[in-house]
């Protein structure tokens, strides 16, 4: 059974810097994409960004490019995401997921595994 456990959310200012890890068990964790959502009160689940299966290709939603980074360290089986510059509309529960594919997807219908959350906040 695959399961993804997020960690490293938190409160920060604006401006400030997080880093997110999805640390991710049950299969083989190289032959898939991994990908993080994210979705504040009220509002339906977004897209923040992806990441192939080998790590060379990413891509990102329109509000977070040139802001976050995503990347994976197969060897440790954890997928990461860099949040640099934030801003109080970044605020919400970021979610980890993963599916059958090994390139990923903007929707989040296409993806099958999902981890429980980490809260992030970003005070003004």
């Known amino acids: 059974q695959v399961q993804l456990v997020e960690s490293g959310g938190g409160l920060v200012q604006a401006g400030g810097s997080l880093r997110l890890s999805c640390a991710a068990s049950?299969?083989?964790?190289?032959?898939?994409?991994m990908g993080w959502f994210r979705q504040a009160p009220g509002k339906e689940r977004e897209f923040v960004a992806r990441?192939?299966?080998?790590?060379?290709?990413?891509y990102y939603g329109d509000a977070v490019k040139g802001r976050f980074a995503i990347s994976r360290d197969n060897a440790k089986s954890t997928a990461y995401l860099q949040m640099n510059s934030l801003k109080p509309e970044d605020t919400a529960i970021y979610y980890c997921?993963?599916?059958?594919?090994?390139?990923?997807?903007?929707?989040?219908?296409?993806?099958?595994?999902w981890g429980q959350g980490t809260q992030v906040t970003v005070s003004s």
């Open positions: 997921t993963t599916g059958a594919s090994k390139y990923g997807s903007p929707w989040a219908p296409d993806w099958d595994y």
């Open positions: 049950g299969r083989t964790f190289s032959r898939y994409a």
């Open positions: 990441i192939d299966w080998s790590g060379d290709s990413t």
